[in-house]
C-alpha cells in the first residue's frame, strides 16, 4: 500500500512539474561574433516570454568604388536595446527540446545607434554620421553544447542619418535591413 502511494503521489508531481509554464532565463550575458562584427549583450527577464536584450560593440562594414583604390574596412561602435519576445518556449519544453540560455524563435525590435565616437579602418581620417536604426526582426536562438550559442536573424525597418551634424545641409532617412548569422559563447 505505501509503496503504491508513493509511486502515486510520485507521478502527480511529474504531472505538477510538466505544467508550469516555459520561462526565459532571470539574466544571461555572452559574447557574439558574426561576418560583419563583434558585440557584448545581456538578455535580462521582463515577464515569462520576454527578454530585454542590451548590447555594444563593433558593426563592420567593406566599402569600395571610383572614389577609393582598394576595398575598403572598417569597424563601428553601436549600442542596441532589443525587447524579445520568445513565443514558441511552451512548444519548445513540450518536445522535451533545451530553452537553456534563451534558445527559442523570437520576435524583437531592434534599436540602434551607431555614434561618430571613432572608426577602426584601414582608410585614414575616415568618419561616420550618427545613426539610429529601429528594425522588427524575426529570428531563432540555438545552443550549441553548454555555452556555445548560434543565432540568426532578419528584418526590415529604419534608419535615420544625423547628417546635419557632419555638416551636411539636411538629415536623411532610409529603409533597413537586419541580416544577422551570429556565432557566441554565453557566460
Same mark, same amino acid.
Request: glycine share 12%; charged share 20%; net charge neutral.
Given at each position: 500500500m505505501k509503496k503504491s502511494l508513493l509511486t502515486l503521489m510520485l507521478c502527480g508531481l511529474t504531472f505538477i512539474a510538466k505544467a508550469q509554464n516555459a520561462s526565459v532565463e532571470k539574466t544571461t550575458y555572452g559574447i557574439q561574433t558574426g561576418l560583419l562584427g563583434v558585440w557584448l549583450h545581456n538578455e535580462t527577464k521582463l515577464s515569462e516570454q520576454i527578454a530585454l536584450r542590451s548590447e555594444v560593440g563593433l558593426d563592420s562594414g567593406i566599402f569600395a568604388g571610383t572614389f577609393y583604390d582598394k576595398v575598403g574596412f572598417l569597424m563601428v561602435p553601436v549600442i542596441t536595446v532589443e525587447p524579445r519576445w520568445y513565443y514558441n518556449l511552451d512548444k519548445r519544453v513540450s518536445k522535451s527540446k533545451t530553452i537553456a540560455g534563451n534558445s527559442g524563435n523570437f520576435l524583437s525590435l531592434k534599436t540602434s545607434y551607431n555614434p561618430d565616437w571613432f572608426v577602426i579602418s584601414n582608410y585614414d581620417n575616415l568618419r561616420v554620421v550618427n545613426q539610429v536604426s529601429v528594425i522588427p526582426t524575426w529570428g531563432i536562438k540555438r545552443n550549441i553544447g553548454n555555452h556555445f550559442t548560434f543565432e540568426t536573424g532578419f528584418g526590415i525597418? $529604419? /534608419? @535615420? $542619418?544625423? *547628417?546635419?551634424? %557632419? +555638416? @551636411? %545641409? #539636411?538629415? #536623411? +532617412? #532610409?529603409? *533597413?535591413?537586419?541580416?544577422?548569422? /551570429?556565432?557566441g559563447y554565453r557566460f
Open positions: 525597418g $529604419y /534608419r @535615420y $542619418y544625423f *547628417a546635419k551634424s %557632419a +555638416g @551636411y %545641409a #539636411e538629415n #536623411e +532617412g #532610409e529603409t *533597413a535591413v537586419n541580416l544577422h548569422l /551570429r556565432i
